[in-house]
């Protein structure tokens, strides 16, 4: 007797819990990520109004962690609009959505060019039930410095031809000694390519082809120009 009591008493707060669950966050746990040169990452988390009752459509939200570097911005728009301060610890909110009704959460992370990591989670709860549920959005961005660093590491210069006057730009902290070759191989000239550019006097050179060259680490550079 004892046991089937058990098992009726189970059952009933079971059944409970399901009519309880008025509504539907998908997904509840996402985890996004993008450069730190991105405006935003930002993840859509459906909210779908489930519940029998037609006047169940009041619903409660506050933000319960935000974990992310000082310089990143967090908001959060509800399924119904985006409010101005969302993106802070205690911030609660509510909207409307009627029964069957979804919309859309959209939480964002602005980066503004700083690598991390961020999380925030959000309690949801019915304003009739009390059944809640939590959004918890992870964001990874990583740094793209390096590789602009390489991309931009381009030895270039002009005009081409030149007359009186070269200007040299190589993206670099270091500083290079450059050396001018004629077409004979002699060397007519040395400078300082310093702080990544520099501007280069050619004015006593003779009309010809000439060659820039210079060692980065490893690497021999050179170009070719025209004096006229």
């Known amino acids: 007797m004892k046991r089937i009591f058990t098992i009726i008493i189970s059952v009933l707060v079971l059944s409970n819990f399901v009519v309880a669950q008025n509504f539907t966050l998908i997904p509840k746990l996402s985890k996004i990520q993008g450069a730190s040169t ?10 779908i109004n489930k519940s029998n009752d037609i006047t169940d459509s009041i619903f409660n939200y506050e933000v319960i962690e ?5 310089a990143w ?19 609660k909110s509510s909207f409307i959505k009627n029964r069957n009704d979804s919309g859309n ?3 964002d992370f602005s980066p503004n060019g700083t690598p991390g990591n961020g999380t925030t989670r959000i309690v949801v709860r019915s304003a009739k039930t009390s059944f809640a549920d939590t959004i918890t959005v992870e964001g990874k961005v990583w740094g793209v410095a390096v590789k602009e660093v390489k991309q931009n590491k381009e030895f270039s210069f002009y005009p081409n031809p030149a007359k009186d ?24 000239k040395t400078f300082t390519l310093n702080g990544g550019q520099a501007n280069v006097n050619i004015e006593e050179l003779s009309n010809g082809i000439y060659f820039l060259r210079f060692k980065d680490d490893e690497k021999v550079i050179s170009k070719t120009f025209t004096k006229n």
């Open 73 to 91: 911005v967090l908001s959060i728009c509800d399924p119904f609009t985006c409010l101005e301060g969302s993106g802070v610890v205690g911030f």
């Open 105 to 107: 959460f959209k939480i």
């Open 165 to 188: 006057e070269l200007f040299l730009k190589y993206f670099s902290k270091e500083s290079f000694q450059v050396e001018i070759y004629n077409i004979l191989g002699s060397k007519v």
């Open 38 to 47: 991105k405006n935003v990452i930002e993840k859509n988390v459906n909210f």
């Open 66 to 70: 935000v974990s992310m570097p000082l």
